[in-house]
């Protein structure tokens, strides 16, 4: 049974570092093929693809955001993370983190977090 | 970055068959999925590669479309498909998500 399980501060302040951990079982992102994503919600609004790890190390972020994210894993823990830096209050969001499987050219989320809320607020 | 428009937001009845429909900006092959979104809850995939039904999803979803064009299609509704429904490409980097439809039945 695959789950994840994503954590976070809660709440942080402009400027801060926001820090997020995806906590899953069920499978292993030493497998071939396996990754997490990480995906953010404003209240009420769409979804926002931030960044992405493979099996083998390999990342990908979204170019409106690349110089703000990190992405990195520990695979004997089952833990993915994602560092946002210099936040301001339009990173408020639940974030989300999700397992990606790789398809004919392209990859999808099949297994997603209940997400944690973020909010940045002074 | 390839755009994805949808309608925002559809009403039906239970019964009936409805087609939600995604169409982007420029061709993502069948590189198009589709997720459910329910109040207070994570999104939940539905159709993966344009039409490729996820394990345990009732097969009264289904999923067409290929290049700028996608449908996913419900039939029949049932009440508990009242949710909002967003699709999402991968063949394009950045992956994008649709604005996502509200599916209401009345």
Redesign the interface.
Known sequence: QVTLKESGPGILQPSQTLSLTCTFSGFSLSTYGMGVGWIRQPSGK????LANIWWDDDK?Y???LKNRLTISKDTSNNQAFLKITNVDTADTATY?CARTLP?????????????TMVTVSS | DTVLTQSPALAVSPGERVTISCRASESVSTGMHWYQQKPGQQPKLLIYGASNLESGVPARFSGSGSGTDFTLTIDPVEADDTATYFCQQSWNDPPTFGGGTKLELK
Do not use: K, R
């Open positions: 769409g979804l926002e693809w990908y979204n170019p409106s989300y398809g004919d050219s392209y990859w999808y989320f099949d297994f997603w977090g209940p997400g």
